[in-house]
């Protein structure tokens, strides 16, 4: 008997299937939170569900295309003013606006990519974030939309997604927790396919991956596309959830971009994981410290610093480097046949 | 199995009566707080205590410690004294947390009212989480139009849970054609107005400045709005100056007006009167400008001078602004008044309240108030339009004095209670 006969090539770690056990378990018990419940938790783990999505796809266009994107909130506010301007003018449903934010994000996406894909690298970046303050002067003049000052969601609309109050909380409760689950699978299951084998030997090495013939400039692209259209449907759940929109609030690059950032860095880019923790630690800071003013913000630059120093692949990075475990079965490993 | 275990199975029927008794509980079992020991009204505030908005709460520290003493005695309602738990936060001058801090604190916190203060920033994010949560909402500080307007108000049904006293654009526009009656300066004006949302709405053809100022007389020049944080005013400047304008009016926040006020040096622009809102509102801005801070004018809603005292301990307006002055060693600000009056009338209205329990009756309250506060008169049945009511604005200059600026109220047709400090000298 050959050596090759007696082991297997397997993605599944006993660590990957207890992390699926407990993910399914931990699912139900979120889909079930209207019932256990209070109306301030809801709103707090749909805020953290929409950030994990905001995260994890700005890990798959940085940690894994190579795409520093610092003009996401482009899309976020895109979806946010998709949301009111269907919803006021056009009398579509708030809930029926979210997944039509998707198709406007990317159909917006397309040309975007074409004109700042010549951009490499710095430019690339400072390129999307030139985009989105774009972006942020157009809408400043859509005097239908309020212009610089805004304009806030007419209740009679937010009244109009269900007739009680605890049911509406519950719609878009299951929404924001829909949306990241879609997004955290969406990105599992790419990485998985053939398209995810090219992204992770991009991510690698990009000169290497054109010697083997990967479409470099498609797999970007369509990365690209995908995550616009998935953050612009973030971004017009936030603003159905905050009310009301404005052009500095819609394109904001703080609470859009920076933050996502952070919450990536500090998880671990370019894994799956690494923004799910980083989300949890960002929520972690916020809700024990933003009330001290100046001094939280001082405290999440202190932590950013110091993880960046001692753990430059993020807090999941280390953990995987020691430990190897991986929670979300992605790595094709050779293991002994039983 | 025996008859008797069956039976002691639970049946569908018991199994969902049990259910809905269990989710039907918390609508049953309303809490009530007449019957507490120690009841607690709970109060959520939120304003700008950081970024660039923070002038306007800087003196939130002192005005809401004084409020708490007042409070910590509790406050009568129905014969029975309440506690009352003020919880504050911060919007860090965003309009997005300014929204999150306004869901915690009906949500999380379960507040009995809301109020917030200062610009449409912070009071229009506040009041939208509070209409479409059904929780009862009093604002100040910022104009009422950009307030109404600015959240898609419409006067014929206005808004069922947020109220808001302050005073509006025609209130601006009297105080300043007063101010601007002098027989050496010439009627034209150039506007400056940015694209937010107090420009926006001072700049409105309809609503804002340019109708009643051509109705005066006056000749506006307006090149158009122009987006904050601006480093370039040269168009807008030789516009003015092929105009002809002696006079420059529009309302800016305070870094875009040092970078206008340089500008205008710099090219040889000298109007005789300079009346911008929001950004001389505070004494560091004009300290910053240094000499040429001397002779700016501005509306002036509170002054130590103005004939007015406290619902709630008596004291004058100048006792008010003197404490602060003494408490913490810098010049009085005009929110101060408004802060200490924003927690008068809630005061008024806990008090008044048929049933705290009630979100309904403290609608009711808040719509039949009547009270003379450190501001002016509060009452909701005398406003423009149904959310909205006025307290009187007079206008008038900073004018140097020894080492420091004093704002000197020179003109108060609109309001002539208020008491004239000075003379307008100009530029």
């Given amino acids: 008997m050959s050596a090759a006969d007696n082991h297997i090539v397997a993605r599944a770690s006993p660590a990957s299937r207890i992390a699926a056990f407990i993910g399914v378990l931990l699912l139900i018990g979120l889909i079930a939170a209207p019932w256990w419940a209070g109306r301030a938790d809801m709103r707090l783990i749909s805020e953290i569900c929409l950030y994990v999505a905001l995260a994890s796809l700005w890990n798959l266009l940085a940690g894994y295309a190579g795409l520093v994107s610092v003009g996401q909130q482009a899309f976020v506010g895109l979806g946010g003013y998709f949301l009111f301007a269907a919803t006021i003018f056009f009398g579509v449903p708030p809930l029926a606006a979210i997944p039509l934010a998707a198709a406007a994000g990317a159909a917006l996406a397309v040309p975007i990519a074409v004109l700042i894909f010549r951009l490499r690298g710095a430019y690339f970046a400072i390129g999307t974030w030139v985009v989105a303050e774009v972006f942020r002067l157009v809408f400043a003049q859509v005097s239908a939309l309020g212009g610089g000052s805004g304009t806030s969601l007419p209740a009679g609309i937010v009244k109009g997604i269900a007739a009680s109050r605890s049911l509406r909380e519950a719609y878009t409760y299951w929404m924001a927790l829909g949306l990241a689950v879609l997004v955290v699978a969406m990105v599992y299951m790419l990485l998985r396919s053939r398209r995810g084998l090219a992204l992770t030997a991009i991510r690698d090495n990009e000169l290497a991956a054109t010697s083997l013939g990967i479409d470099i400039w498609r797999t970007k692209f369509f990365v690209y596309v995908i995550s616009a259209a998935l953050t612009a449907s973030v971004g017009a759940l936030i603003f159905l959830q905050k009310l009301r929109i404005s052009p500095d609030a819609a394109f904001s690059v703080n609470d859009w971009t920076a933050f996502v950032i952070f919450i990536v860095v500090i998880g671990g880019i370019g894994t799956i994981e690494g923004p799910i923790i980083g989300t949890i630690i960002f929520f972690l800071l916020r809700e024990t410290l933003a009330d001290l003013g100046t001094t939280y913000l001082l405290v999440l630059g202190f932590v950013a610093i110091a993880v960046m120093l001692r753990a430059p692949k993020g807090l999941w990075g280390y953990v995987k480097d020691k430990t190897g475990v991986e929670l979300f079965a992605l790595t094709r490993r050779v293991v002994p046949k039983r | ?427």
């Fill in chain 2, 1 to 427: 199995m025996t008859k008797s275990a069956a039976s002691n199975r639970p049946t569908r029927r018991a199994f969902l009566t049990g259910v809905s008794a269990t989710l039907a509980a918390p609508a049953i079992m309303r809490h009530t707080r007449a019957y507490a020991q120690n009841p607690v009204v709970k109060v959520g505030h939120v304003s700008p205590r950081t970024g660039p908005l923070a002038g306007f709460a800087e003196a939130d520290e002192h005005v809401l410690g004084a409020i708490e003493t007042i409070f910590s005695g509790g406050l009568e309602n129905n014969g029975k004294s309440y506690g009352v738990e003020i919880i504050s936060k911060d919007s860090q001058s965003n309009p997005n947390r300014a929204a999150e801090v306004a869901a915690d604190l009906i949500l999380g916190e379960e507040v009995d009212i809301i109020v917030a203060a200062s610009t449409p920033d912070t009071t229009n994010p506040v009041a939208d989480q509070a209409e479409v949560n059904e929780v009862p909402c009093i604002t100040t500080d910022c104009p009422w139009q950009p307030y109404f307007f600015g959240r898609a108000g419409d006067p014929a049904v206005g808004f069922d849970y947020t109220y808001h006293f302050f005073w509006g654009l025609e209130d601006v526009i009297a105080a300043f054609l007063d101010l601007w009656d002098h027989p050496d300066v010439s009627k034209a004006i150039g506007g400056i107005f940015p694209n937010d949302a107090d420009g926006n709405a001072w700049g409105d053809p309809e609503l804002g400045l340019p109708k009643p100022l051509a109705g005066a007389g006056f000749t506006l020049t307006d090149p158009g709005r122009y987006q904050p944080l601006n480093d370039d005013f040269t168009s807008q400047i030789s516009a003015f100056k092929q105009a002809g304008c002696e006079i420059v009016t529009g309302n800016m926040i305070p870094p875009d007006f040092a970078t206008f006020w340089a500008q205008c040096a710099q090219q040889g622009f000298s109007p005789k009167i300079v009346t911008i809102g929001k950004a001389l509102l505070f004494p560091s801005v004009i300290e910053s400008l240094g000499d040429r801070g001397d002779g700016l004018t501005t509306e002036i809603w509170w002054t130590p001078n103005h004939p007015f005292s406290s619902s709630l301990t008596g004291e004058s307006s100048k006792a008010l602004a003197d404490s602060y002055v003494a408490a913490t060693g810098r010049p009085w600000t005009q929110p101060i008044g408004f802060k200490h009056a924003l927690f008068e009338v809630t005061a008024d209205v806990i008090r008044r309240a048929a049933d705290l329990d009630d979100p309904a009756a403290i609608l009711d309250a808040i719509r039949t108030t009547d009270i003379q506060t450190i501001v002016g008169g509060v009452n909701w049945a005398a406003g423009p339009v149904k959310n909205v009511t006025k307290t009187p604005l007079v206008a008038g200059q900073w004018q140097k004095t020894g080492d420091g600026f004093d704002l000197v109220v020179t003109s108060n047709a609109p309001a002539p209670e208020i008491a004239i400090g000075g003379e307008l000298k100009l530029l």
